[in-house]
């Protein structure tokens, strides 16, 4: 099965799409984009995801192309010319093609991506046996909420995580944890989910809301309030939530033990009933 690509109004094989070296996304990270999951060849909350890119575009005055149903037909039609019932859809808009200069003209024709590739899930024991997180400082720009192509600070903390052989590493910002490099945080405490509120530091989830959604349908109380890093240690239980991680048990932060240091029964009644959403 093939990897798909559509690039400005063609699908063509990943192998073969190109862009501009003159393109803004190249140059300046000047571009938004969105990542859906798709299960059993159907594209989880895609509204949502184009909700989002619509509000990213709009706060960086992209003009997106395509309204939503465009948008809905060309994600199901690269799903389909895939053939992949497991996938992730990669959406990419930048600004458009230019000679380099910071300043940009309001007529660029913007440049739209869309790939397809196969997915592969995350290890069953990651959810059994929960992972480790580490901390570290926050030196991203002041609008992290707007889900831009601009990642540099990101990668560095994930390849931190990784060179120390934990899953994530979590934004810490005077004292208050906000969300890792690829996922937000969600603490429970007292038997109630907290989160870090939504604002222009954290970028909020579409899985994170529906885990707060699956938590009030289950009884259990939420709340959004900055979170100070010192009560991950004190948590009962600690969950990430992604698109590509769906909702995913934290067992240790900076190596001290989370709860009873395994997945807790809260987080895996979400996990359990998340997973109920696509069965």
């Known amino acids: 099965m093939p990897d798909i690509a559509f690039v400005n109004g063609s699908f063509v094989p990943f192998v073969d799409a190109t862009v501009s070296i003159d393109d803004r996304g190249f140059q300046f990270g000047d571009g938004v984009y969105e990542v859906l999951r798709v299960y059993r060849g159907v594209p989880f909350r895609p509204e949502e995801h184009l909700a989002r890119l619509d509000r990213s575009a709009r706060a960086l005055d992209i003009n997106l192309p395509f309204n939503s149903g465009r ?6 039609d690269a799903v389909q010319r895939s053939g992949y019932a497991e996938a992730k859809v990669y959406i990419q808009v930048t ?23 196969s997915l592969l899930p995350l290890a069953d024991r ?11 400082t926050d030196l991203r720009w002041g609008r992290c909420d707007i889900k ?41 405490q007292g038997g109630r989910l907290i989160t870090p509120p939504e604002g222009p530091l954290l970028l909020s989830g579409v899985t994170r809301l529906v885990a707060l959604q699956l938590a009030r349908d289950s009884g259990i109380s939420t709340e959004q309030r900055p979170i100070k890093e010192t009560e991950l240690y004190s948590a009962e239980e600690v969950f990430l939530t992604g698109t590509i991680s769906e909702i995913l048990p934290v067992v240790r932060v900076n190596g001290r033990q989370i709860g009873m240091g395994s997945p807790g029964p809260i987080t895996s009644e979400l996990v359990a009933r998340f997973r109920k959403l696509y069965a």
Not at 71 to 76: E, S
Not at 95 to 117: E, F, K, M, N, Q
Not at 126 to 136: A, E, F, K, P, S
Not at 159 to 183: D, I, K, W
Request: glycine share 6%; with cysteine.
């Open 148 to 188: 831009c192509i601009s990642l540099l600070a990101n990668v560095l903390v994930k390849q931190q995580a990784v060179n120390e052989g934990v899953f994530e590493a979590l934004f810490v910002r005077e004292g208050c944890v906000l969300e890792g490099s690829t996922s937000n945080v969600i603490t429970i």
């Open 126 to 136: 990651l959810y059994r046996n929960g992972v480790d997180v580490i901390t570290v």
């Open 95 to 117: 600004r458009g093609v230019a000679p380099r200069d910071h300043s940009y003209r309001a007529a660029l024709a913007p440049t739209v991506v869309i790939t397809v590739r």
């Open 71 to 76: 948008w809905m037909d060309l994600i199901m």
